[in-house]
């Protein structure tokens, strides 16, 4: 009780100063840095004076001004939905598919989970041999079918589809592993009970795998959202954010900036997606209750 | 495919792709006796990859064995990451003691104050040519020795330039344009031209037509003038002439656009491509060119009467400013680099690697003067145009690009995009 609640503050305190340090303090730094003008060449080093100044909110002013900002911002907003929405829709057809007895169905179900056993950056460099404009394999294949070579990553609108299927590839077996567990916990005699009743399959799936699957989709399409509205590495090892800067998500264009040597600018993308996600995260506890 | 058949196979591709340049290996130049003080180890990053580290590596082992007591340590970097990797370690104290640095870093770290000035430390500043000795210096000092100079040159297949009526490289955009739209057949990816949606290739396309992308003054202040009727005049001719009827319409896959022009030219499907000195060792192991003759090298063709350009590329190697502190360790470093980058050193480099010197003494050189290869790079560079030197000049392509290929893609006209890019330059430039 009172008399110990001291003893808990001295195990959480290596945690609580080790996070200081490498979590919260960067945070702070990053936040005082979006109120200034620090770039490399004033932020001051051993070698050179520190000449930057406080500018205020100027930064915030001009990111949410910047038109590649705004485009990059309504993209990855559309990136995020498309890819969460074709995770979730075909890893829960394969959920359903793979839940039933078929023969085979464990070679099938570990089959499905290579696309995300491969490290992500690894996959999005082998599409880009398919997606080559020159020489890739689906070109081969438009040949067959009389429409010229495409150009998958420089050609409206496929540098859009392309980075979308590359993920999509890449993260249904996620769903479907997280689906196929939430299926299994659907109590069986539910479905007995509708069958008696004379309910039809799509109905029995609509009122009984659907509800009973919302907890487990709740988590997991917030989870989704989260990774693929901060996925740097599909977007960079396939487009790069190409071509004119058209398929930038935000977090591509952070880093775009920061390489740049614009510290400052850099740090307010940062705070600009965090604050966007933890609001995100705030409201859809509240749309997406779980199941009373 | 039978076992041994396919062993061989190998083995002969392995083989070809050793660079054919390294034809009788020739001996490594001789270590100058120098009593050094320093005992301990000197860090030396190397941007180079595998088969020019491996060479650089035996011209260390030579120095550290005729110098007991002082180790080398020399690790291979990433050429991508290591401007950004240096900008994180200096600050920190962590750098390496010599960097090779490109020339479009060497300024922006000398204005930071990473670099060791050299000035009065080297005796030997005459040897160096003028344009790569440019891009180690700022407001009047100098902060690295010139390694490799290169720029972009023509490079053109011989049996297609005969199969297109000509037999020697295009010396105007407008002659490349007429012969290669006899041999090209664009469905067949068959082309005359290739060119990149990148920003450092479209460079030639306001040289050529007479303009220029920015001056520095003395001071070090920015005037842009990219954007200008030259400009225009150039990029437009590359969208209506060029694009379209012997090279690939835009937009092509901008993102791998290199690999494909240095495939496609391998392979003996495209008649000329612009690339740099060093892509030769590659070049020379595709099938097209496995008669080493059959790769003409050329300067890059004029757009209007006299015009032309090409970028001046290279590497220094630059000295990291704490080693200043320590005058032993820094007499090492020094006598180190006037060992690697020494007119013998430099030509052994040239004869093994292909790289050209920036010392006047190393063209010089018998086996040097008399290779053909490096005779014809000799003759690009002396059309190159030095790119102004600041320190920001490395920054300036990211937009470049950006605008140049929504000009491609159509969704800009040439006077919009070089607008655009002036206004980006000018806020990059703090003007």
Known sequence: MRSRSWVAWVFMAPTLIAMALIVFLPLVQAFVWTLTDIDRSNMGTRFKEASWTFTGLDNYVTALQDPDFQHAFVWTIVWTLVNVFFHFTLGLLLAVILNQKLRGRTGFRLMLLVPWAIPIYISAIGWSFIFNGEFGLLNNFTALFGIGRIAWYSEFPWYYVAPIIVNVWAGVPFMMVALLGGLQGIPQDQYEAARVDGASRWQSFWNITIPGLRSVSTMVILLGIIWTFNLFAVIFFTTRGGPAGKTNILVTFAYQVFNEGELALAATFGVIIFSILIVFSLFYRRLAPERA | ?431
């Open chain 2, 1 to 431: 495919m039978p076992k041994a058949a396919a062993l061989t196979a190998a083995l002969l591709l392995t083989v070809g792709a050793v660079p054919a340049l390294a034809q009788d290996a020739p001996a490594l130049p001789e270590v100058a006796a120098s009593e050094l003080e320093y005992q301990g180890e000197i860090s030396f990053w190397n941007t180079m990859r595998d088969f020019e580290f491996a060479e650089v590596q035996k011209l260390i082992d030579a120095w550290t064995t005729a110098h007991p007591g002082i180790s080398v340590k020399h690790t291979a970097q990433s050429f991508d990451t290591a401007r950004a990797d240096y900008q994180n370690a200096a600050p920190a104290g962590t750098a390496p003691d010599i960097l090779r640095a490109d020339i479009g870093w060497t300024i922006g770290f000398a204005d930071d104050g990473y670099l060791l000035d050299l000035t009065d430390k080297v005796s030997d500043w005459d040897d160096y040519i003028g344009v790569p000795l440019a891009t180690a210096t700022w407001k009047g000092s100098t902060y690295g020795l010139p390694h490799v100079t290169d720029a972009l040159g023509l490079q053109c297949n011989k049996a297609l330039l005969a199969e297109a009526g000509l037999d020697a490289a295009p010396a105007t955009w407008q002659e490349l344009v007429d012969a290669g739209s006899t041999i090209a057949d664009l469905e067949a990816q068959k082309y005359g031209f290739y060119m990149r949606g990148d920003s450092y290739w479209a460079q030639p396309f306001t040289w050529a037509w007479g303009g220029k992308l920015y001056e520095v003054a003395e001071d070090g202040s920015v005037t842009v003038t990219i954007n200008s009727p030259e400009s225009i005049e150039g990029w437009n001719f590359l969208k209506d002439n060029i694009l379209g009827t012997v090279a690939p319409a835009a937009p092509w896959d901008y993102t791998n656009d290199y690999g494909n022009m240095t495939t496609g030219f391998k392979a003996g499907t495209i008649m000329c491509v612009m690339n740099g000195p060093w892509q030769v060792a590659d070049h020379l192991t595709g099938e097209a060119f496995a008669d080493p003759s059959n790769l003409i090298i050329a300067p890059i063709p004029e757009g209007t009467a006299g015009n032309t350009g090409s970028p001046v590329g290279g590497h220094n190697y630059v000295v990291y400013a704490l080693v200043g502190d320590d005058p032993a360790k820094e007499a090492a470093v020094l006598d180190l680099l006037s060992y690697i980058n020494g007119t013998d050193a430099q030509a052994y480099l040239a004869q093994t690697l292909g790289l050209l010197p920036t010392r006047n003494s190393a063209y010089a050189n018998e086996a040097v003067a008399a290779d053909p290869v490096i005779s014809a790079w000799g003759a690009v560079m002396q059309k190159a145009t030095n790119r102004a030197g600041h320190p920001k000049s490395s920054d300036m392509y990211a937009p470049y690009s950006q605008y140049y290929q929504a000009f491609l893609n159509g969704e800009m006209t040439a006077e919009e995009a070089l607008a655009a890019i002036e206004t980006e330059w000018n806020t990059l430039f703090g003007n």
